[in-house]
Every structure is written in structure tokens, then in C-alpha cells.
């Protein structure tokens, strides 16, 4: 099975700062994708980054950043310049690679972000 | 592009009664996803389908759940009876292939049972 642990319930940033989120995850597979997703309280899930386990680059989005560490099972999210918006709850998610089984996404418990001004 | 569009948004029901919520997936989407969210946890999958078949539904209590995805295009979830544990945000999600590369999400309907 697999399973998505992030282990910070709630982490606070000034804005312009810049904050990291955490994620440990466990998967027998070799290959898998690794997102990280933004809800704000409209509830829509926001696909924020994406990272393919086989790549050893981390992948960047503008402002937001990974560090992958596949051998750590580790996944952490970095906001730079933090922005007002970006306040939301972060989601961890891991999933498959298509031409396999099931692809639903597996997350983890989400880290409440506060941005303060 | 419209997104993936899911109805109602609220619903409040007493518990052992039923209820039923609507999903119509981004034109063209082949694979379709239901998650329960349940407040202060992450989406957890219920069910998928591809087309009109089912993928996975390990997860669905299937004792009071069900799911079909008739023409392979809207798929509505329904509970019958309903607990108080359900009580949750569904979220239906849609990919254009069966893959977890890119799936959207819709609004998402909140379910409270009182």
C-alpha cells in the first residue's frame, strides 16, 4: 500500500518569505509521480508542481520549487517571495505511472499554510 | 475549456437517508475519479472509471455506495442510507488517459448528515 505522510498540521510564513513543506511518502513501485496541490477554501484542488520519480532534476514552477530525494522517500515543497495568496492548505500526493494499475492519487493529510503580513 | 462541473454544491441530509451527487467530466476525459474528502484528512479515492468500466473500487463501501458512469461521460455517486461518517467533501476528478500525470478536479459537493 501506499501511503503520504506530512507532518506539519499548520506552518506560518511572513510574506515575501520564503517557507518549506514536507512530505515523506512510501511506494514499492520505482516509478511514480509526486504533486504537490494547493485547496484554498473554495475547495478546488490546484495542481501546484509536479515531479516524475525518474527525473533526477528537481522540478520548478516559477516561485515554487521541489527537493526531491527519491533513496529518503522525501518530497518538500519551497514557496519563495511568499504571497498573500498563496495562503491555502498544501497537499502531498503520490500516483502511478499510466499502462499499470489503478492511477488514483494517494495524499497525505495537508499542512495549513498562514501567510502573515 | 470548461472544467470539471460537479451538483449540488451543498446538501444536508438526516442520517439513513439517501442522496445522490452529479459529475460531468471535461469534454473528452476518458478516466473518471471520486474522492471523499473527509474535513481535517486528504482525498481519498472511491472509485474510478474508465470509459464506462470500472478501474478501482477498493475503497467504496459498498454496502451503501454505489457509482456508474452509464455513457462513459457523467457519472453520479449515491449513498443509501447515509451515517453520520459520511459527512465529507466528494470531489469528482476527470484525466483525458488513465494516468495520475494530470487529473482536474472539480468544486466538489460538501455533505453534511445531521
Known amino acids: 500500500a501506499q501511503t503520504v505522510t506530512q507532518s506539519q498540521p499548520e506552518m506560518s510564513v511572513q510574506e515575501a518569505e520564503t517557507v518549506t513543506l514536507s512530505c515523506t511518502y512510501d511506494?514499492?513501485?520505482?516509478?511514480?509521480?509526486l504533486f504537490w496541490y494547493k485547496q484554498p477554501p473554495s475547495r478546488q484542488m490546484i495542481l501546484v508542481i509536479r515531479?516524475?520519480?525518474?527525473?533526477?532534476q528537481n522540478a520548478t514552477e516559477n516561485r515554487f520549487s521541489v527537493n526531491f530525494q527519491k533513496a529518503a522517500k522525501s518530497f518538500s515543497l519551497k514557496i519563495s517571495d511568499s504571497q498573500l495568496g498563496d495562503a491555502a492548505m498544501y497537499f502531498c500526493?503520490?500516483?502511478?505511472?499510466?499502462?499499470?494499475?489503478?492511477?488514483?492519487?494517494?495524499f497525505g493529510k495537508g499542512t495549513h499554510l498562514i501567510i502573515q503580513p | 475549456e470548461a472544467g470539471v462541473a460537479q451538483s449540488p454544491r451543498y446538501k444536508i441530509i438526516e442520517k439513513r437517508q439517501s442522496v445522490a451527487f452529479w459529475c460531468n467530466p471535461i469534454?473528452?476525459?476518458?478516466?473518471l475519479y471520486w474522492y471523499q474528502q473527509i474535513l481535517g484528512q486528504g482525498p481519498k479515492l472511491l472509485i474510478q472509471?474508465?470509459?464506462?468500466?470500472?478501474?478501482?473500487d477498493s475503497q467504496l463501501p459498498k454496502d451503501r455506495f454505489s457509482a456508474e458512469r452509464l455513457k462513459g461521460v457523467d457519472s453520479t455517486l449515491k449513498i443509501q442510507p447515509a451515517k453520520l461518517e459520511d459527512s465529507a467533501v466528494y470531489l469528482c476528478?476527470?484525466?483525458?488517459?488513465?494516468?495520475?500525470?494530470?487529473?482536474?478536479f472539480g468544486p466538489g459537493t460538501r455533505l453534511t448528515v445531521t
Open positions: 472509471f474508465q470509459n464506462n468500466g470500472v478501474v478501482d
Open positions: 469534454s473528452g476525459h476518458a478516466t
Open positions: 511506494t514499492s513501485e520505482s516509478d511514480y509521480y
Open positions: 515531479q516524475e520519480a525518474y527525473k533526477q
Open positions: 500526493a503520490l500516483g502511478g505511472i499510466s499502462g499499470g494499475g489503478a492511477d488514483g492519487l494517494t
Open positions: 476528478a476527470s484525466s483525458l488517459v488513465r494516468s495520475s500525470y494530470e487529473q482536474y
